[in-house]
Nanobody, 122 residues
Framework: QVQLVESGGGLVQAGGSLRLSCVAS????????MAWFRQAPGKEREFAAA????????YYADSVKGRFTISRDNAKNTVYLQMNSLKPEDTAIYYC???????????????WGQGTQVTVSS
C-alpha cells in the first residue's frame, strides 16, 4: 500500500519559515512528479508547487512564487517544501501528492498524503 507521510507543520509567526517534508513509500518514486497542495479553512484545496521526477523543473502558484521552494531527494523518497516569509494567508493544511504526469490539476494525482497543518500568526 502506497503511503505519503507529511511532517514539519506547526505554528509560526508571520515572516517566519517552515520546512515541510513528505516521505513516500513508492517503489518507483523517482518516476513520479511530486506536488504540494494546500487547503485553507473554508476554501477549496489549491495547487502550491510541483517538481518534475528528476528535480529539473519546478513550478509554483503565483501566491507562493519567490517565497516557497520545492525540492526532492530521490535517494530518500522525499519531497520538501521550504516556506519563507510566511503570511497569515498561508495558513492551511498542506498535502503532498504524486503523479505520473507534470500537472497542476488535482485530479491527475494518483496518491495523496494525510496533510500537515501550517498556522501563521500575525
Amino acid at each position: 500500500q502506497v503511503q505519503l507521510v507529511e511532517s514539519g507543520g506547526g505554528l509560526v509567526q508571520a515572516g517566519g519559515s517552515l520546512r515541510l517534508s513528505c516521505v513516500a513509500s513508492l517503489r518507483t518514486f523517482s518516476r513520479y512528479h511530486m506536488a504540494w497542495f494546500r487547503q485553507a479553512p473554508g476554501k477549496e484545496r489549491e495547487f502550491a508547487a510541483a517538481i518534475s521526477w528528476d528535480g529539473g523543473t519546478a513550478y509554483y502558484a503565483d501566491s507562493v512564487k519567490g517565497r516557497f521552494t520545492i525540492s526532492r531527494d530521490n535517494a530518500k523518497n522525499t519531497v520538501y517544501l521550504q516556506m519563507n516569509s510566511l503570511k497569515p494567508e498561508d495558513t492551511a493544511i498542506y498535502y503532498c501528492a504524486a503523479s505520473r504526469s507534470p500537472t497542476r490539476r488535482q485530479g491527475d494525482y494518483d496518491y495523496w498524503g494525510q496533510g500537515t497543518q501550517v498556522t501563521v500568526s500575525s
